[in-house]
């Protein structure tokens, strides 16, 4: 079965929208952003895929790649997927949250 944007959009409250069109017009300014619907996310990649967007009733969990751990009472979770690849969660409740420091982080 294919997957879309919609898919994951459908359902949810406006601001999980709001959201992820920030996220996704902040990113396209660095450069191209491929977009990945999968079954329960939306994968983002350049060269590599570095984040993942998962949708909530009216949050976004967004997932993100780093070669290092990050520090920061923003992140919820950090999982140590090798020896140099960290995955990070945040919790985003709103557009304001897609700032300087997570577009940092990405």
């Given at each position: 079965?294919?997957?879309?944007?919609?898919?994951?959009?459908?359902?949810?409250?406006?601001?999980?929208a709001r959201i992820y069109e920030k996220l996704l017009n902040e990113l396209n300014k660095f450069g191209p952003v491929r977009i990945e619907p999968k079954k329960t996310s939306i994968h983002l990649a350049n060269r590599f895929g570095f984040a993942g967007v998962y949708t909530r009733s009216n949050y976004v969990n967004l997932e993100f790649?780093?070669?290092?751990?990050?520090?920061?009472?923003?992140?919820?979770?950090?999982?140590?997927?090798?020896?140099?690849?960290?995955?990070?969660?945040?919790?985003?409740?709103?557009?304001?949250?897609?700032d300087k420091e997570l577009l940092g982080w990405l």
């Open positions: 079965m294919a997957y879309n944007e919609a898919d994951h959009l459908d359902g949810k409250d406006k601001v999980v790649h780093q070669d290092k751990r990050v520090q920061n009472k923003r992140i919820q979770k950090v999982e140590q997927a090798s020896a140099n690849r960290y995955h990070h969660v945040v919790k985003l409740n709103g557009p304001q949250e897609v």
